[in-house]
């Protein structure tokens, strides 16, 4: 899983990935089993019940890591006992009702539910675009 742990930012502000020699290897399978652990609220159920890792567990985490920028918790904060996003209490925490969905939509327990990987880097950079007044 992806956590806001494996991210830093350098001194010219860049954010770089950190502990990646922990991840799956997807071209050649390895490590085989996968990893037996995962962390709580960014580990997608999938990965929790020792799946193999597909690309959706990293929208999962994604999602999570969006989720806590929004509230500033941790994401198991806000997942009910079905391991859903409980959206009601995330939009009591934040206005942002595009980027609520997101990071709910990313967070579905149901892999096939989630958005590609390109789908979530093209709303982030639009989210950001916005934020920054620019008009692509």
């Keep these: 899983d992806i956590t806001d742990g494996n991210f830093i930012f350098t001194k010219k502000k ?3 990935c950190i502990d990646f020699e922990l991840s799956f290897d997807m071209a050649f399978n390895r490590p085989n089993p996968p990893f037996v652990t995962g962390s709580e609220g960014y580990a997608s159920p999938q990965q929790l019940d ?3 890792p597909a690309f959706s567990d990293d929208v999962y985490s994604l999602g999570a890591i969006l989720l806590q920028l929004l509230t500033n918790e941790h994401p198991k904060n806000y997942l009910d006992s079905n391991g859903s996003v409980d959206i009601s ?3 009591s925490r934040t206005d942002d009702h595009a980027m609520t969905s997101l990071a709910g939509t ?3 327990p149901d892999p ?3 958005p590609h990987l390109t789908f979530l880097e093209s709303k982030i950079r639009s989210f950001a675009n916005e ?4 008009n692509p």
């Design 14 to 16: 860049e954010i770089v």
């Design 50 to 52: 020792f799946q193999m």
């Design 89 to 91: 209490k995330l939009l």
């Design 106 to 108: 990313c967070m579905a």
């Design 112 to 114: 096939t539910q989630r």
């Design 131 to 134: 934020a920054q007044g620019i």
